[in-house]
């Protein structure tokens, strides 16, 4: 069993373009000309050849890119027992800065539960490709994230009319699933999460207020369900978060630094590492990071995903000695602020642009962070 554990001096988050023989694979699937077998036998061709890429890339940590999937949560979400896919109505749509989301989401038709989740054998396939230099990943969305997408379905007259029995099966479910994935091997797990981007954006909070919600109790709660299913998660399950604002077709959700949340999610969720964004002026300074608590990792989003530019080399240096006058630099590793394709339409990036960017990465972690 290897001993490498997430995050690397040099990461990323998740999530990589599909190339086109798999869009084009989706597409014939979603039209009934080819079988689901088909369709999987193009995603592990494709998986093995972004293996491939991420090994000669030099990344420690590996993961399927997310290629089975269509978006970064929902698909987890329709995974688990007492949720279904439903289509979403024109007042629910998502609307992101210049973007509007495909008009999908989740749907809880009963108890929660968490067993033979779809995910095993996504991440089984990926670990056969570990060798003595590389470890497998899996990501998955964060348990807060599933209680931010269905508040409204939780109250009187629903399957849940108290939300702590729903946060109490969320994490017992989320644990089921830690446990099985444990036994196959994993030992680097990655929980994503929207929901403290949205508790930083005042036009984001303003919505919640108006929903009858108190933004620092959504803060308390949002806590206790992500800590409540790590502590369900088996020991020696390395758990990390990537702190996320929004990654759809390269446009965004929130914006707003990290201070109005860094007392409880990056002080106290129980975590080894945080991912976080900081790629552009939405993400504000630096200061956040004092919360930390000591010998906790954090990734720093430096380098963009959104946009094709190549960041400079020397900025991005100096954005690394900035951070460290607030957490140690032994503690620092750095990556893209988001995947490169948190949904499978991808970000307007080309394949190039995308393993520039991580050439770029490694080059400035190994004259500042190995």
């Known amino acids: 069993m290897t001993k490498i554990l997430a995050p690397s001096k040099f990461d990323v988050v998740g999530s990589f373009l599909r190339p086109v023989e798999l869009k084009e694979a989706r597409e014939k699937f979603k039209k009934g000309e080819i079988s689901v077998q088909e369709l999987k036998e193009v995603e592990d061709r494709e998986i093995e050849k972004l293996v491939k890429k991420e ?25 688990l027992h007492g949720i279904e896919k439903y289509t979403l109505a024109e007042d629910e749509l998502i609307h992101f800065h210049g973007e509007t ?15 033979n989740h779809p995910f095993l054998d996504h991440y089984k396939f990926v670990k056969g490709f570990e060798d003595e230099n590389t470890v497998a990943k899996q990501t998955v969305p964060s348990p807060a994230q599933l209680l931010r997408t269905v ?38 797990l990655q929980i994503d999460d ?12 303003k919505i919640y207020e108006a929903d009858g919600k108190n933004i620092d109790d959504l803060k308390k709660i949002y806590l206790e369900i992500n800590n409540k299913a790590i502590e369900n998660a088996p020991e020696g399950l390395n758990i990390t978060t990537h702190i996320c604002k929004g990654n759809y ?22 975590v080894s590492a945080f991912y976080l964004e900081y790629d552009d002026e939405r993400s504000g300074d630096f ?84």
Not at 319 to 345: D, H, M, V, W
């Open 194 to 205: 929207c929901t403290w981007g949205a508790l930083v954006d005042d036009d984001a909070t």
């Open 249 to 270: 077709k390269s446009s965004f959700h929130f914006k707003g630094a990290y201070d109005a949340v860094a007392d409880f999610v990056l002080a106290r969720e129980k």
């Open 55 to 79: 090994k000669e890339a030099g990344l420690k940590i590996i993961s399927d890119g997310e290629f089975r999937r269509s978006w970064w949560h929902y698909d987890f979400f329709w995974g």
């Open 287 to 370: 200061k956040a990071l004092a919360k930390v608590p000591a010998g906790k990792k954090v990734v720093l989003g430096i380098v963009t995903s959104k946009r094709a530019e190549l960041e400079d080399k020397e900025k991005l240096i100096t954005r690394i000695k900035e951070a460290a006058k607030y957490i140690p630099l032994e503690n620092i590793c750095i990556s893209p602020q988001c995947g490169f394709a948190s949904t499978e339409e991808g970000n307007t990036v080309s394949e190039e642009d995308q393993w520039k960017k991580i050439a770029l990465l490694r080059e400035v972690a190994e004259e500042v962070l190995i």
């Open 101 to 115: 989301l495909r008009p999908e989401g989740v749907k809880i038709v009963g108890k929660i539960g968490g067993k």
């Open 151 to 188: 508040y409204k379905q939780i109250g009187a007259g629903k399957i849940y009319e108290d939300e702590n029995k729903f946060v109490e099966d969320v994490a017992k479910a989320y644990g089921e699933f830690f446990q099985e994935i444990y036994e196959l091997g994993c030992r680097n």
